[in-house]
């Protein structure tokens, strides 16, 4: 494993698709947790009642719209996957989730003030969007697992191609995936840290 920015010997430097797309989801899923938990107490315009219906839908929706959302593009990058070189560098799954919140992170508080301010107006509404767009980063990372299981390949890209922030692994600077056996990396089909024999 290596946590280098660049490859060796005409190699590049490749971080797991599902990995990328997963980081965000345990930060804006707490994020959104601790602003929706907050955002309950003051009884805001529309009252809590109604600020925790609407949060409740607004959930759904940010899943949903998350989770689906260019599925095409991943679908049709995966279908041009070549097989990764055997001078390409395979970064740690840790060192791929510490780039994505390190880039975001100012983002990340910027959504949990914004979500926490607007429970003076809808309680608990904002911080429940924010919870559900993580809940739809996981639920499309599983997605990506599932495929990679049926097809016997882990997707990854070069690290280069991702934007400034660690993120958008489906981008217009991303011109083909890589794959490996599903044995590769340290990051199981999905993203997840892969368990070790000890405890399967």
Known sequence: ?????????????LARVAVVVR??????????????????????????RIGVLAGAALFIVGAAVVAYSGRGRYAALARSTARAGRHDVLQDRAAT???????HRWWLLLAFAVALGSSFTVPAAGGMLLAGTGAGLRLKAAWLGRRERAEDTL??????????RGGRPAGKAVRAYRGTGVAAGDAAPGGARRRTAALV
């Open 1 to 13: 494993m290596a946590r280098g920015e660049r490859g060796v010997r005409g190699g590049h430097s």
């Open 23 to 48: 980081a965000g989801a345990a930060p804006l899923w707490w994020c959104g947790v601790f602003a929706a938990g907050i955002g309950v107490l003051p009884p805001g315009v529309t009252g809590r």
């Open 97 to 103: 989730v510490h780039n994505w919140r390190r880039g």
């Open 155 to 164: 997707l990854w890209l070069r690290v280069d191609w991702l934007d400034k």
